[in-house]
Structures are given as structure tokens and as C-alpha cells.
């Protein structure tokens, strides 16, 4: 099975799933979903695979996320049904990942963000190299983090999950290890060997370097677990360190209103299954594609990338709690 964007291969007793959209960083789009979602399905019963790998043809990208390109095109056309399309592939071949029964190894070099985390974090093992850089920047363009990510960042220690889906703060693939996002950190030179010897994954793991968030941990807690946003950017003022104000500058340019429903969001997704996570996530892409700052933002940072998004209302101050509970409903 071979896409032009994604290639499906048997070697031995592996199924490997190579993404091939070099020049998109890989970002997924419903092609791609479906070339995934066809060879998980074809290896699923297939006595002779006995385990999914997951890689990249290019060193520079994992995979960037899903084409929000292509989905904000959509929705500013009305194009409503297509928008709910792709959301609901990409969130079905999450929890295929998930359930799957078979061992599923995420070989993560590169820029992984969003819906490449999507692809990777809900499987058994997932490899990161040093050249990895894991993150959800969705607060950014007017988007909160999915791909089941308020099902799993309410599960990560203390509020580092809150925390990185609201900062969208990038993690290298030592970080992404401590905090829960990866399971082994291996070297990029060692990869082919990996790659030959699935089987023993343990054997060319490198010894873990610090976590680079261990001197704010406590900070972190401490402010990400405020009950409201404004709450966090008043926590963080008090602070009064280094951290605190460079982390305050980041949030000051995401959109207000994607901090609010996107901390409600990951809140909400600490109770929930991840199926249960995952619908509820579809049900919020229905008002999020709709609200002013995801056009916005996306805009901003991926179309005309001028990074200077005009947000609706401007500040957290402003965001009426009431609007915000009812994206949620």
C-alpha cells in the first residue's frame, strides 16, 4: 500500500508506515489519514506482522500536525461537513492506535506537534531522539489541543499537561520522555539499528538526560493549577522570575479565547475515557472552526504568517465565561 504522502511496506516480520510530505513537514491530511488507517487495518489479523512502526522519510519532521490549512479553507467556505470529516478520521485513527493490538512503534525525529503526536503518543513505545521536539501550540491559532490530548495531558505529572497545551512550549525528545510524551529516548545515529532490531528497543536507549522543566516543576504546579486562566496569568505575575514572565509574554499572544475553552477542555478530559475524550473533542471542533480566532490565528501563523493575530474579544479579561461553557455543552 503506497501513497504518495504516506508509504506501507512489509519488512519481515514488521509493517512499517514511512510519512513521505516532506515539504508539508509531513502535516496530515485526509489522504494520509486514510493510507494510515488502510494499513493498520490490512496488518491487524495478519499473523505474519507482528508489530507497526512508524517513521519519517524526512530528518527534519516527524509529523507537524494535521493540514489545518486545508480545514480552515473549509470552514471559512461553510464547508462544515468536510471540516467534521477530517476531525472525525483523524480522532478514529487515534483511538485505532490506541486499541490496537499489536505492539505500535513511533520512531519521533524531528517536529512533532499536534496531530503527529496524534499518530504517536497513543501507541505502545514511542522513540525520541535528541533532534525530536514535541508540542501543542493549538492556543496559538485559536485552537485547544485534541488528537485525545485533553485525555492524555490531564494525565501527565502534576499540571505539566495544563501547562503545555496552554503555552504550547516546545519539549525536546529528553523532555518529551520525563514528562510522559515519549517512552525511551535513543539517539538518532541509532536508529537503523533500532529499526532492524524492533524486538529489544531497550537496547539502544541512551541514558536520559535532565529534565530541562525539573527547576520550574513546582512552579508549574502551582500556577497551571489555577481554576481560571486569568487566575494562572495572575499566579504567574506573582512569581516574578524569569520563567514566569517569559511564559506570561507566551500566553499574552495566544488567543484569550482559546486559552479559556482549551483549559476547560483538558479539565473535562481528566474524568473521561479516551474514546469518551475524543468525541467530546469532535463535538468542540464544531464551535472552534466557527469562533472568529481560528481563522485568525491560522492566518496568522501558517497562511500570511505575519504573527500578528487580531483576537476576538482581545484579552482573557474579556472572554465571557458563559460563551465558553456553551462551546462546551
Not at 464547508?79 to 483511538?95: G, I, M, Q
Not at 481554576?227 to 500566553?251: C, G, S
Not at 481528566?270 to 480566532?293: I, M, S
Request: glycine fraction near 8%.
Amino acid at each position: 500500500m503506497t501513497d504518495a504522502s504516506v508509504i506501507a511496506v512489509r519488512e519481515g516480520r514488521i509493517g512499517r508506515v514511512t510519512l513521505n510530505r516532506p515539504k508539508a513537514l509531513n502535516a496530515l491530511d485526509s489522504s494520509m489519514i486514510a493510507a494510515i488507517a488502510e494499513a493498520l487495518a490490512a496488518w491487524r489479523d495478519d499473523p505474519a506482522i507482528e508489530a507497526v512502526v512508524i517513521d519519517s522519510a524526512s530528518d527534519r519532521a516527524f509529523c507537524a500536525g494535521g493540514d489545518i490549512r486545508a480545514v480552515r479553507a473549509h470552514a471559512m467556505a461553510g464547508e462544515t461537513a468536510a471540516v467534521e470529516a477530517f476531525f472525525a478520521e483523524e480522532y478514529a485513527l487515534n483511538a485505532t492506535i490506541a486499541d490496537y493490538p499489536k505492539p505500535y512503534v513511533a520512531l519521533i525525529d524531528g517536529i512533532c506537534m499536534g496531530g503527529g503526536i496524534g499518530v504517536s503518543v497513543h501507541g505502545r513505545v514511542r522513540v525520541a531522539t535528541e533532534a525530536a521536539v514535541f508540542a501543542m501550540p493549538e492556543t496559538a491559532i485559536g485552537m485547544f489541543p485534541d488528537i485525545g490530548a485533553t485525555y492524555f495531558l490531564p494525565r501527565l505529572p502534576g499540571a505539566l499537561g495544563l501547562y503545555l497545551g496552554l503555552t504550547g512550549a516546545r519539549v525536546t525528545g529528553a523532555d518529551a520522555v520525563h514528562a510522559g510524551l515519549a517512552t525511551h529516548f535513543v539517539p538518532r545515529a541509532a536508529l537503523p539499528a533500532l529499526r532492524d532490531a524492533l524486538a529489544d528497543v531497550g537496547a539502544h536507549a541512551a541514558p536520559l538526560p535532565p529534565f530541562s522543566l525539573e527547576p520550574h516543576r513546582t512552579a508549574i504546579d502551582r500556577c497551571f493549577s489555577a481554576a481560571t486562566v486569568p487566575e494562572i496569568f495572575a499566579r504567574l505575575k506573582a512569581e516574578n522570575t524569569d520563567w514566569a514572565h517569559a511564559t506570561l509574554a507566551t500566553l499574552a499572544g495566544h488567543s484569550p479565547s482559546a486559552l479559556c475553552f482549551s483549559l476547560a477542555a483538558i479539565r473535562r478530559g481528566a474524568g473521561l475515557d479516551l474514546r469518551a475524550a475524543l468525541a467530546a473533542e469532535l463535538r468542540l471542533t464544531r464551535a472552534v472552526t466557527q469562533h472568529p480566532d481560528f481563522a485568525e490565528g491560522v492566518r496568522a501563523m501558517v497562511v500570511d504568517k505575519d504573527r500578528q493575530p487580531r483576537w476576538t474579544p482581545p484579552s482573557v479579561d474579556q472572554v465571557d465565561p458563559a460563551a465558553i461553557a456553551a462551546m462546551l455543552d
